[in-house]
């Protein structure tokens, strides 16, 4: 079992289940699933939007040792030259032991590697309990070999809770190891 899954539920279950006044274990929050995407800007040449593409593929699987799916134009945009079908970018939604992987992943070596690294936004909830996190670089997971991406990316890694209150949400993620940027006193 993954160390942060037990964490969850030897140690931060039971103080959320104190702290918040619920009866009943199922009531406290839970993360249910971990999407993370990326938005592709390719070139306008066919056979190098594929390169694009299967690279970015490529560096999804070998983050979140799942397979991605990739996302596709709707329709047609003139002024962005863009056809309908064309990729956009790449996504996965993680849940189960891969999620616990990915977030046990982040806490303890990805986001210590992030450049001038203050802690994460207290403001990326989204009032129904659920965290947004930006990363501007995916070369700070440490599987990603610099010398075989053809360009450094940002990605998106969005955490769906079971509970609609950020508070709580917000204190899960605070147990559970998140290091949430500190508050300066004036």
Known sequence: MNRLKLKYQQEVLPKLQKEFKHDNAFAVA????????MGIAHPIDPKAREKVVENVVEQFKVITGQQPQVTKAAKAIAGFKLRAGDPLGVMVTLRGENMWELLDKLVSITLPRVKDFRGISLTAF????????????????PEINYDQIESIRSL?????????????????????????????EK
């Open 156 to 184: 998106q890694i969005n955490i769906i809770t079971s509970i609609k209150d950020d508070q709580e949400a917000r204190r899960m993620l605070e147990l559970l190891g998140f290091p949430f940027e500190k508050k300066e």
């Open 126 to 141: 989204d009032g129904q309990g659920n965290y947004s996190l930006g990363l501007e670089e995916q070369i700070v997971f």
């Open 30 to 37: 839970q993360i249910k699933k971990v999407v993370v995407n």
